[in-house]
C-alpha cells in the first residue's frame, strides 16, 4: 500500500475566497479521505437576536452573507411574518423576488468567473464577472446597495421600483440574456471544460438525497429540491420548475447554475410583466409570540430560519442553517478519489459561503 | 399570497430518539437541520426532516449533561450538525460517525452558547 500523507488544504488558499479548512489524506496524488474543519470566522450572530428589536434584526440577518444577503433578510421576515400573521402586499412579494432573482444572478456569475479561474480560464472569469457588474448596477439603482440592499423589512419592503425603471429593466433583459447564453455556451460546450469537468467528483442521486444536500449540488445529482417550488414570495403566482441535471459531477454542478441563471432572468421578465399594483407595505404592531421554521432557496441552496418569540420586542431564538453546512457532508464524499490538483475545483464546485456558514 | 406551510412538531423522548429518527429515515425524509434552543437550564434540540416539502420536527428536551445518541448512523451527514451542537453548545454527543473531538468549529470561547459554561469536554468517542 502507498504510503499516506496529510496535506492541509486552506483556510488560505489562492482559490478560496474565504478560510475553511480541509485534511487531506493522500495516496500519491490521490485523494483518499478530506475531514474539514470550519470556525475561523465564527461571529455569533444568532445570539444578537437577545439583544436587537426583531424590526432591527433584518439588518442583521442581511449582513450573515455579502452574496446572500437579500434572501438571508427575506427569509427572516417571512419568518417573523408568518408568527405575527402578517400579510404582506402582493407588490411587495413581486419586488421580493425580482430582488432575490437578482441576488441569484449576480451570485451566480461570481461562482462561474471563480469556478473559470479555478480551471485557469482567465478571459471566461473577466467575462463572467462583467456580466455580474451589470446585474450589481440594477441592485444599485433600485435599492442603493451593491451587495447590501436594506430594502426587505418585516411587512413588506422599504423601496419599490417606478415603472420607468421596471420598463428599463425589461427591456435590457433580452440582450443580457444573450450575453449570459454565450457565456453559458462556453461553460457548457467547450472542450476544455468539459475535460476538465466531466466525471470529477461524482456523488449519485440516492447518496445525495441521503447526506442532506441542497441547491445546485444537489440538483446536479438528480434530487429536484428547490424551496421556491413551495411557492413564497411571488414564486407560486409565477410558476417554477427547478433545473435539474443527473450526471452528478462538477460538470453538471456548473451546468445547473448555468441554467438557473437562465431561468432567473426569465422569473424577473414575468415578474415585471405581472407586477401588481398597490402598497409595498403594510403597518406592523406587536411583538412576535411563537416559533416558525422559515425556508427560502439561496443561490447554494435552501436557507433556514428557526424563530422563536416570546412576546417581547426580541426574540428569543434565531437559528441559521445555511446550505454550505448542508453541503458539507457532500463535499467529504465528493473529494475521495479525487487527484490534489482538482481538488480547488472540487472544493468550489459546491460553491462554498463560509460568510454564510460563520454566522 | 403568504405562504403557509404546514409544520408538524412532535416531541420524543430520548430513548425513543433512534427509532423515531430511522422510521422517518425509511419513510424517505431528507434531514434538514438540526439545532439547540436553550430553554432555561437546558436544551431543546429540534430535529427538522423534509420529504416533498413537507416539513416534519422531532423535539428533544435535554438537560446540559444529557448524552444525546447521534443520529449519524442512520443519516450520514448529521455529523455536522451534531459537531456543531457539541462545538457551540457543549452537549455531549455519543457515537458521532466524524467525531472533530471540540475541533470542527474553532470558537475562541470554548462552548460559547452554553447554558452552563462547561470548561470538561465529554464528546470523546473512540
Same mark, same amino acid.
Given at each position: ?117 479555478? #480551471? ?48 428599463? #429593466? ?21 472542450? @476544455? ?14 447518496? *445525495?438525497?441521503? =447526506? ?34 443527473? *450526471? ?26 405581472? #407586477? ?30 428557526? =424563530? ?9 431564538? *434565531?437559528?441559521?442553517?445555511?446550505? @454550505? =453546512? *448542508?453541503?458539507?457532508? #457532500? ?29 | ?7 408538524? !412538531? ?19 425524509? %431528507? ?7 436553550? +430553554? ?7 430535529? !427538522? ?20 445518541? !447521534? ?26 460517525? +466524524? ?18 459554561? %462547561? ?8
Amino acid at each position: 500500500m502507498p504510503e499516506r500523507i496529510i496535506v492541509p488544504f486552506g483556510p488560505q488558499h489562492p482559490v478560496l475566497p474565504e478560510p475553511i479548512h480541509l485534511d487531506l489524506v493522500l495516496e500519491d496524488e490521490k485523494v483518499v479521505e478530506a475531514i474539514p474543519s470550519i470556525g475561523y470566522i465564527h461571529r455569533g450572530l444568532e445570539q444578537l437576536v437577545q439583544k436587537r428589536e426583531y424590526t432591527e434584526y433584518v439588518y442583521v440577518a442581511e449582513r450573515i452573507c455579502g452574496i446572500c444577503s437579500f434572501i438571508h433578510a427575506l427569509c427572516y421576515s417571512q419568518g417573523v411574518e408568518h408568527i405575527m400573521d402578517i400579510e404582506v402586499p402582493d407588490r411587495a412579494r413581486y419586488l421580493r423576488t425580482i430582488w432575490s432573482e437578482c441576488s441569484r444572478l449576480h451570485s451566480h456569475l461570481l461562482w462561474l468567473g471563480l469556478f473559470a479561474d479555478s #480551471m485557469g480560464f482567465e478571459n471566461l472569469f473577466m467575462r463572467s464577472w462583467q456580466l455580474r457588474e451589470s446585474v450589481l448596477d440594477v441592485l444599485e439603482d433600485t435599492t442603493g446597495g451593491r451587495v447590501i440592499q436594506g430594502t426587505c423589512k418585516v411587512g413588506g419592503v422599504r423601496r419599490d421600483i417606478g415603472q420607468e425603471k421596471l420598463d428599463e #429593466m425589461h427591456r435590457e433583459l433580452d440582450p443580457f440574456e444573450q450575453k449570459c447564453r454565450d457565456l453559458g455556451d462556453v461553460f457548457l460546450n467547450d472542450e @476544455t471544460v468539459k475535460y476538465r469537468l466531466q466525471g470529477l467528483g461524482i456523488v449519485g442521486k440516492d447518496e *445525495a438525497y441521503a =447526506l442532506g444536500a441542497v441547491g445546485p449540488t444537489a440538483r446536479a445529482s438528480g434530487v429536484p429540491v428547490d424551496i421556491r417550488e413551495t411557492g413564497y414570495a411571488a414564486y407560486g403566482d409565477i410558476g417554477f420548475k427547478p433545473v435539474v441535471e443527473t *450526471a452528478g459531477d462538477c460538470y453538471a454542478r456548473c451546468a445547473v447554475r448555468v441554467k438557473e441563471v437562465y431561468a432567473s432572468i426569465d422569473i424577473i421578465r414575468r415578474a415585471i410583466e405581472e #407586477m401588481p399594483e398597490g402598497p409595498i407595505d403594510v403597518k406592523v404592531k406587536g411583538t412576535p409570540d411563537g416559533e416558525y421554521f422559515s425556508r427560502a432557496e439561496q443561490p447554494r441552496g435552501e436557507v433556514v430560519h428557526y =424563530l422563536r418569540g416570546d412576546g417581547s420586542k426580541h426574540l428569543a431564538r *434565531a437559528r441559521i442553517r445555511t446550505p @454550505t =453546512l *448542508a453541503n458539507i457532508p #457532500m463535499l467529504v464524499k465528493m473529494l475521495p478519489g479525487a487527484q490534489l490538483a482538482d481538488v480547488p475545483v472540487v472544493v468550489l464546485s459546491i460553491d462554498p459561503c463560509i460568510s454564510c456558514t460563520e454566522r | 399570497m403568504t405562504v403557509k406551510e404546514e409544520q408538524t !412538531s412532535i416531541d420524543v423522548a430520548l430513548e425513543n430518539l433512534l427509532r423515531e429518527v430511522e422510521g422517518l429515515h425509511d419513510d424517505g425524509y %431528507r434531514l434538514v437541520q438540526i439545532g439547540c434552543t436553550d +430553554i432555561g437550564g437546558a436544551y431543546e434540540i429540534n430535529y !427538522s426532516f423534509d420529504k416533498g416539502y413537507q416539513f416534519k420536527n422531532l423535539r428533544l428536551t435535554a438537560g446540559p449533561e444529557t448524552e444525546v445518541p !447521534s443520529i449519524s448512523g442512520i443519516y450520514w451527514g448529521a455529523f455536522v450538525y451534531e459537531n456543531e451542537m457539541h462545538d457551540l453548545f457543549g452537549i455531549p454527543v455519543t457515537g458521532i460517525n +466524524i467525531d472533530f473531538k471540540g475541533t470542527f468549529i474553532k470558537t475562541a470561547e470554548k462552548y460559547p452558547f452554553s447554558v452552563t459554561r %462547561r470548561g470538561g469536554d465529554r464528546c470523546r468517542n473512540v
